[in-house]
């Protein structure tokens, strides 16, 4: 499998064409991590990845089939060449990631028409249009407002009350029930039938479940 442009060099080295493996890619990693700049990839890049990703795939299910020796270190092997080619991978795209937030951060700061877009993927121009979308939408809508001393425009909405959990319940005894202690150690009783009490809700619904109290409204207690 063929990609070209792969690593953004001379107009000679855009000529050729160089096979998508575990050393180029690690070698986009290297580029991308000792340069400041986003570096060029080739316009077919993810599409050669994915093709990488799958024949990787396959042999290693060709493999999991087979219960030879030689395939079961085969599929080893290969097992271990996805897990690291899915790490390089992941951080390529967090390094490139970084360097297409600070261009939109400079962007948006600066509102430059001099920012080069040119080694942006397809999905990293729509990521950097979007994230820049946000950024310059925020710095007008707030920072421009409050240096105006005006209201941001930014609605913010209020979090939701919490609903207040209801942690006891009252109760009126059907039944002569000694003292009781609670979850915290704490003394209740002794009751006599007909008795009402407010009690923890955990203790109100043993006593109800064995039939010693039922639940009482609180206004009537």
């Known amino acids: ?5 792969v690593y953004g060099g001379s107009m000679a080295d855009h000529q050729k064409d160089v096979v998508i493996t575990y050393e180029t890619l690690y070698e986009l990693l290297r580029r991308e991590k000792s340069r400041e700049e986003l570096q060029k990839l080739s316009s077919s890049f993810i599409g050669d990845v994915l093709t990488y990703l799958t024949e990787k795939q396959k042999t290693y299910e060709d493999a999991l089939a087979k219960t030879d020796v030689f395939s079961l270190s085969e599929r080893e092997t290969v097992a271990l060449q996805l897990m690291n080619i899915k790490k390089i991978l992941k951080e390529l795209y967090d390094r490139r990631e970084r360097k297409l937030l600070d261009v939109a951060l400079n962007k948006s700061r600066t509102n430059s028409d001099i920012i080069d877009t040119t080694n942006m993927l ?18 007008k809508d707030v920072l421009q ?4 001393a005006k ?9 939701p009350a919490p609903v207040e959990t209801k942690k006891t319940k009252y109760v009126k005894f059907l039944e002569h029930v000694d003292q009781i202690v609670g979850d915290e150690m704490e003394l209740y009783g002794p009751f006599a039938q007909d008795d009402q009490a407010e009690l923890p809700l955990t203790l109100a619904d043993i006593l109800i479940g064995q039939g010693s109290a039922q639940e009482v ?4 207690a």
């Open 122 to 139: 397809p999905t990293e121009q729509v990521f950097f249009n979007d994230t820049l979308h946000i950024l310059s939408r925020f710095r």
């Open 217 to 220: 409204s609180e206004d009537t």
């Open 145 to 148: 407002q409050l240096m105006d």
């Open 151 to 159: 209201k941001p425009l930014i609605l913010v909405e209020e979090p």
């Open 1 to 5: 499998m063929l990609a070209r442009d």
